[in-house]
């Protein structure tokens, strides 16, 4: 069945892009330069106003081997990160040391958030970056254009459309832990639209995920195991121009992965644990048996017809997105020990009017249904419909973004979030002003209200957020200098209370709405370098300091962080990449403890070098390598989990 559903998603696209392929030569455009998240529409990266905003190209990750979204999103300032080990791992974001909840994750603005999800993350484990054009990363609260989840920031995977003649490639590559991977993709645009289709799968014995480098638990075979990891991938984009001011975009994306687990005892990681007849505590099992796993499948959707009106002075954009994410869990001794499925249904119109400079206005409408369905609790849904107007004023050096927003949840009622970002650009020293206050919710989870943990009476959570940021380039713009402050405040925020008693549970602890306000405020700074054409170097620093409403701070966040980024390129045919991270201590969990029992409170502050390099043999033929962690750090994002150590990997490309 799952391999039926990949070929007939290939086969469905190849069949809309069959007419496609009586091609014409068409002019390309530079898609980096245009972004479409910031205003949900295409935008210059100089028209979005006060926005914070990042950009990863495809270049980016082609010449960095970056493997991973989480590994890309490590360049970016303002992101922190927690993972239960290495590839295929769970891998969370926090942005602006915000809550993972806080943060929305799309891929060509299809919603990744899982509705059975406990509080409705987004796991950045298992997402290819195949067939990708770039990511962009607003850091700072976006409720206003994408509803909840979005109080943080937004993150948008932009996948390839089809341009130019009818291409492809095929590769591969293989490294440490015995990791291999295949890859091919083809693309191309004709007289009628383009296409773009991809395909990969790796495979890694791994390691094992109870860290077997921290002498304060328990060896002797509980971390003897390797937790592997398979991951497939396939997607497509096509674009048909139904007539000259009408197309349809058809988008899917299917990945199926397995990974090796390992389970957390009496507060670490282990192979295998068991409980203790006399005390019911849990306790450290090695020698039964093993091999855990957990598979996963993710398939997401979307239908776009996008007209042109009124000799092309309106715009009509209507969607149809759906998502489906599965989960099952497999125990030692193999029984099904649970699986959770989350769907989404999203119904959306946007329409773009086009006054003219200086004035530009979108407003729309939403529809969102989303399930979740596991074999614990009986399947929930909820619906929300929301209304939404945008306003952008650019004349004279001023850049003002504003909107409002409204959500109907059928469950809490309504919510109105309103946003201004207003920026100033100084005509003669180019100096950028930019700034953004925004108030923003986020929706209880499904969990969070229906399970036999939640509270239908739970209320959405409220935030406000502002920011001033001031940009300068300098000498030409060889130099480029900038430095951000950002504050956010959350209220009625969603946690766990482990003294709410609920009827009927034979011990306490539930969802409930905690009493206080959290914050986070830091600052983002960066320098970038471009002395000659071949060499480049930025630097940027994030400094986050987190509050929770009892004045402690926030679990798993630094306090401090640092990236360079160098890029060298000597010739055209030769480039070389190095990424430099050093990650401050952060706090543990409260459960975190070592195998005497005292409490782990500290995660040691870390630092990691990557290195990327390439050499094209012929235009058609490139071979590359990477050495990940090339100082053989041993460190840990979460307590008692691993993370890779020095790893080394070769691949080659062939492109035709």
């Known amino acids: 069945m799952k391999h039926t559903l990949v070929a007939g998603m290939i086969l469905g696209l190849l069949a809309l892009a069959h007419p496609l392929w009586a091609q014409t030569e068409t002019p390309t455009q530079n898609i980096a330069e245009v972004v479409v998240t910031a205003t949900r529409t295409e935008a210059g990266l100089d028209q979005v106003g006060g926005t914070s905003l990042s950009v990863i190209t495809a270049a980016d990750i082609e010449a960095r081997q970056f493997h991973s979204l989480a590994q890309a999103l490590r360049t970016v300032p303002g992101l922190q990160f927690s993972s239960t080990g290495g590839m295929g791992a769970s891998s969370r974001v926090f942005m602006r ?14 919603e990744v958030n899982d509705p059975a999800d406990p509080n409705r993350g987004a796991d950045l484990a298992n997402i290819s970056l195949d067939n990708v054009e770039r990511i962009e990363v607003i850091r700072g609260p976006m409720s206003v254009l994408y509803g909840s989840n979005a109080t943080a920031g937004v993150i948008n995977i932009i996948t390839r459309s089809g341009a130019g003649d009818v291409g492809g490639y095929v590769g591969g590559e293989a490294g440490t832990y015995s990791t291999t991977k295949g890859y091919a993709g083809v693309s191309g645009s004709g007289s009628k639209g383009g296409f773009s289709l991809a395909v990969s799968h790796l495979e890694t014995d791994g390691y094992s995920l109870a860290n077997a480098d921290n002498n304060r638990i328990p060896h002797a075979g509980n971390t003897s195991e390797d937790d592997g990891w398979r991951n497939t991938n396939a997607s497509g984009k096509v674009d048909i121009d139904i007539s000259a001011n009408t197309t349809l975009t058809a988008v899917a994306r299917y990945t199926e992965a397995v990974m090796d687990e390992d389970e957390w005892g009496p507060g670490y990681a282990g192979d295998r644990f068991t409980t203790d007849p006399v005390t019911w505590a849990p306790k450290a099992a090695p020698h039964e048996t093993k091999k855990g796993r957990q598979e996963s499948e993710r398939f997401l959707g979307k239908v776009e ?19 489906r994410q599965k989960r099952e869990s497999y125990a030692q001794d193999r029984f099904h020990a649970y699986d959770y499925t989350g769907t989404t249904d999203e119904w959306s119109w946007q329409g773009n009017l086009k006054l003219g400079s200086p004035h530009g206005v979108n407003f729309g ?41 409204y959500d109907e949840h059928e469950e809490f009622g309504g919510k109105t979030t309103w946003r201004i970002a207003p920026a100033y650009t100084f005509p003669r020293t180019g100096t950028l002003l930019r700034g ?94 471009y002395p000659v054409d071949s060499f480049n170097i930025r630097l940027d620093y994030t400094y986050t300091d987190t509050e929770d409403v009892d004045g402690s701070r926030m679990e798993r966040r630094p306090l401090n962080q640092v990236h360079v980024g160098l890029n060298y390129t000597p010739w055209r045919a030769v480039g070389l990449n190095v990424d430099a991270y050093w990650v401050d201590e952060r706090q543990a969990i409260a459960a975190a403890q070592d195998i005497n029992g005292a409490a782990v409170e500290v995660l040691d502050d870390y630092f990691l070098v990557n290195v990327a390099a390439h050499y094209d043999i012929t235009d058609m033929l490139r071979i590359y390598a990477r050495v990940d962690n090339l100082l053989d750090e041993h460190y840990e994002e979460a307590w008692s989990y691993a993370t890779p150590g020095q790893s080394f990997y070769v691949g080659a490309k062939f492109t035709f």
């Open 305 to 323: 017809l996008r007209n042109q009106l009124f000799e092309e002075r309106f715009e009509s954009v209507l969607d149809y997105k759906y998502a």
């Open 97 to 110: 040391g915000a809550d993972t909840k806080n943060t929305l994750l799309l891929i060509d603005g299809i």
């Open 365 to 405: 409408v939403d529809y969102l249904n989303e399930k979740s369905d596991s074999s614990f609790d009986a399947k929930e849904d909820a619906r929300t419909v929301s209304y939404w107007a945008q306003h952008q004023f650019i004349y004279a050096g001023f850049d003002v973004v504003s909107g409002v927003r």
């Open 436 to 529: 953004v206050y925004a108030t923003g919710f986020r929706a209880p989870s499904l969990y969070e209200l229906y399970s036999q943990y939640g509270d239908t009476r739970l209320d959405p959570e409220q935030s406000t957020a502002w920011e001033f940021g001031v940009e300068q380039p300098l000498f030409d713009a060889k130099v480029e200098v900038g430095v951000t402050y950002f504050w956010m405040e959350f209220e009625d925020r969603i946690d766990w209370d482990s003294t709410r008693v609920i009827p009927g549970q034979a011990w306490p602890g539930g969802y409930a709405q905690m009493d206080g306000k959290s914050n986070t405020s830091g600052v983002e700074v960066f320098l970038a370098l």
